[in-house]
């Protein structure tokens, strides 16, 4: 999948654009397919969402193709088609990346301690809905990636569904835009008359603005939870092990981070000291 976005990255900004080409191809076939172009469209999707193919190219094209035929209505039924085509695709990719990647991807993480990861994961789980809806609403954190990565993590599968409610506005948007195209010629060359600067400048406010405020919230939430992972670490090390003093005035480290005692109350270490016949430790508190 990686590899699919990577190509498709290259070939529209330094390759010779003819998967972009191919794409619109596609777009101008669902505008030839009349009324299944809605069925269609929402299928293409699915499988473009796993693959990782970005969905913009297709929700301005369907806005087109829809509008031209159905009128303003036609913005409603593009809207349905890549709502549920995304979703399903998303929902696909998810449960790939749960229980295909996920125990590949966390032991690599523990082996390689990396805090920051942790802590994301923890929010991930914790501010799961929350989380959904900021990293959709940014239109510049491709979907088809946090699909995988939401399954790796500890998102819960509703939140991931509650929050791809996080996808309706840039898909209403590019609906709109696709419905004020002259042609689909217009959603590859990015033209489309003399409105397209201020759809640009729109676009560019709105994306600029969630991805402030995204950042603004992932991070907090990431913060508290490395706080909290810090925490963990710290009491960690203090319960690992404690002196105890023993009957000649000397002092004894006694491993307590395992947590088991014996019936009365000992860890295996201070159960030892009976067994032996010596004295036992006491614990002292000051």
Same mark, same amino acid.
């Given at each position: 999948?990686?590899?699919?976005?990577?190509?498709?990255?290259?070939?529209?900004?330094?390759?010779?654009?003819?998967?972009?080409?191919?794409?619109?191809?596609?777009?101008?076939?669902?505008?030839?397919?009349?009324?299944?172009? %809605?069925?269609?469209?929402?299928?293409?999707?699915?499988?473009?969402?796993?693959?990782?193919?970005? #969905?913009?190219?297709?929700? %301005?094209?369907?806005?087109?193709?829809?509008?031209?035929?159905?009128?303003?209505?036609?913005?409603?039924?593009?809207?349905?088609?890549?709502?549920?085509g995304c979703?399903?695709?998303g929902c696909c990719a998810f449960f790939l990346g749960r229980y295909f990647f996920r125990r590949t991807v966390r032991a690599y993480i523990r082996k390689k301690k990396m805090r920051i990861v942790r802590a994301i994961d923890i929010a991930m789980k914790r501010e799961g809905?929350?989380? #959904?809806?900021?990293?959709? %609403?940014?239109?510049?954190?491709?979907?088809?990636?946090?699909?995988?990565? #939401?399954?790796?993590?500890?998102?819960?599968f509703y939140s991931y569904l509650i929050g791809s409610i996080g996808a309706w506005p840039w898909i209403i948007i590019c609906s709109f835009i696709g419905s004020g195209l002259n042609s689909l010629d217009e959603a590859a060359s990015g033209t489309s008359g003399g409105s397209n600067d201020k759809t640009n400048t729109i676009l560019l406010i709105v994306?600029?603005?969630?991805?402030? %405020?995204?950042?603004?919230?992932?991070?907090?939430? #990431?913060?508290?939870?490395?706080e909290e992972i810090k925490d963990e670490e710290r009491m960690s090390r203090i319960s690992e092990s404690s002196f105890v003093f023993t009957e000649d005035g000397g002092s004894r480290q006694v491993s307590t981070a395992s947590g088991m005692r014996s019936e009365g109350g000992m860890t295996k270490s201070e159960e030892g000291y009976w067994k032996e016949g010596q004295a036992a430790p006491l614990i002292q508190n000051v």
């Open positions: 999948m990686l590899s699919v976005f990577a190509y498709l990255v290259y070939d529209t900004f330094f390759g010779p654009h003819v998967v972009w080409d191919d794409l619109l191809e596609l777009n101008k076939w669902i505008e030839r397919s009349g009324d299944k172009g %809605i069925v269609y469209l929402a299928v293409m999707l699915i499988f473009l969402t796993l693959l990782g193919v970005p #969905a913009t190219i297709f929700i %301005i094209g369907g806005g087109f193709a829809f509008s031209e035929r159905y009128g303003k209505l036609g913005i409603l039924y593009n809207f349905l088609a890549c709502y549920v979703t399903i695709g809905t929350k989380m #959904a809806i900021l990293l959709r %609403i940014v239109p510049y954190i491709p979907w088809n990636v946090f699909n995988y990565i #939401a399954g790796v993590t500890g998102m819960r994306g600029l603005s969630s991805t402030i %405020i995204t950042t603004v919230l992932v991070s907090r939430y #990431a913060r508290n939870a490395l």
